[in-house]
């Protein structure tokens, strides 16, 4: 089997945009609320009164100016604050994979292929809607797609995680034609009543297609080498799962949704990146000055600017290391992929960059290819 590329990628982005300015007023609606109704409580100071949120803090502390959900009303709902998102029938296709197909036709388009051609699917996000069957054996069924199809979480890094799968099965000739599918429905998981994390996720999809590179009909990138390392941390975590029920535990409980300890997850995983990255361009006998792109995990525009001045011992230009977390926020494992699949066309033959995510395990994944 040949060397894989990178043949084709697409983003599904959700019909509704949530600016700041419109979180920030539902949040301290929702905030004035609680206070007012444990008045009592809080002057006695058996209740911490809850804080305004500030559109400023969000775009100094994190460089998001907005996101995209699948649902925003119950969001921006004070007395709801969370999507309103109606559980579907079994004979209606799931969410996630409605996502998908839109994000699988795009990548399909652009490489010149039908879903028949397709034979093997990975489902690779934060989350899954359901735990069997799979949500990747559903999308195989609505495309019409043949070979095999199963799910993964690696959390942020899933997305990179599933090109590496994808990438070794195809070198070891068990696939020809792949689709790394990353439905992430942030919003459902994520505490929006928290002040310090309601502005961090956005909804998207993205899909990789993945071919044997003499297979491709068009510009692709070579999938020179990927690389994947994971290393424990509770710094984030959700305790959501199966066991809640048999736990006794169905209540609201505030562990059952994202939590993070955002300045520890800051400060570790930034040297593990940095390490990670010069030891893949060091197994690949690369220099980091022959990147001419570094397509990073979305999650905060400062970690981002600093990783970029580690690798490349000098401030990226914008074009060299772009961001799209202003519009899309923190998409978990799909961020990395918006930035390569929005970024990565005007690039040259002969051309390297590195697509590169990290975040909850902790992981990180990274895929150093060159575009032919
Ligand atoms: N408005 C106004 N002020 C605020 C707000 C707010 N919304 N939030 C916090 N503040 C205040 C704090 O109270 C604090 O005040 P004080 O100093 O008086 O105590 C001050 O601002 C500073 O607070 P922080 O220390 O929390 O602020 P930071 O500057 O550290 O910024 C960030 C917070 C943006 C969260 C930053 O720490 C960060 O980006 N960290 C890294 C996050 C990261 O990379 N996480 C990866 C998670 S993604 C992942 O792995 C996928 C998980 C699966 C997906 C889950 C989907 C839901």
């Known amino acids: 089997m040949g060397t894989p590329a990178i043949t084709g990628s697409g983003v599904f982005t959700p019909p509704h945009t949530i600016t700041n300015d419109e979180l920030v007023a539902a949040f301290n609606a929702y905030a004035d609320r609680y206070n007012a109704d444990h008045a009592a409580a809080i002057d006695a100071g058996r209740v911490a009164a809850k804080v305004h949120s500030s559109s400023a803090f969000i775009a100094g502390a994190s460089g998001i100016h907005q996101r995209y959900v699948m649902e925003k009303s119950g969001i921006l709902d004070p007395e709801v604050m969370h999507p309103r998102l ?74 990179t995680f599933g090109i590496k799968a994808a990438a070794d099965m195809m070198r070891a000739g068990g696939a020809n034609c792949a689709i790394v599918v990353s439905p992430e429905i942030c919003s459902a998981h994520l505490e929006w009543r928290d002040r310090d994390c309601h502005f961090i996720f956005g909804d998207v999809c993205t899909a990789v297609m993945i071919e044997p590179e003499e297979r491709a009909q068009g510009p692709h990138f070579r999938i020179h080498s990927t690389r994947c390392a994971t290393q424990f941390s509770n710094n984030i975590r959700n305790n959501d799962g199966f066991l809640r029920r048999a736990h006794g535990q169905m209540g609201d409980r505030r562990d059952m949704q994202f939590m993070q300890n955002g300045r520890r997850v800051f400060k570790e995983v930034l040297p593990l990146v940095v390490s990670h990255i010069a030891g893949h361009l060091d197994e690949a006998e690369t220099s980091a000055s022959t990147l001419s792109r570094l397509w990073l995990h979305q999650a905060n525009k400062g970690m981002n600017d600093f990783i970029g001045r580690k690798v490349l011992g000098r401030d990226a230009a914008p074009d060299e290391q772009p961001n799209v977390l202003q519009n899309y926020a923190n998409t978990s494992s799909a961020g990395s992929i918006i930035a390569f699949s929005q970024h990565s066309d005007d690039l040259p033959p002969g051309a390297k960059g590195m697509i590169c995510s990290f975040g909850a395990g902790y992981s990180v994944g990274s895929v150093l290819v060159e575009r032919a």
């Open 86 to 159: 109606p559980p579907r029938r079994d004979d209606q296709p799931s969410l996630m994979a409605e996502m998908a197909l839109d994000a699988c036709h795009k990548a399909l388009a652009q490489a010149g292929r039908s879903a028949r051609e397709v034979d093997l699917i990975i489902c690779a996000a934060s989350n899954h809607e359901r735990a069997y069957p799979a949500i990747a054996v559903e999308i195989q069924s609505l495309l019409g797609a043949q070979g095999f199809a199963f799910d993964m979480n690696v959390a942020c890094s899933s997305a």
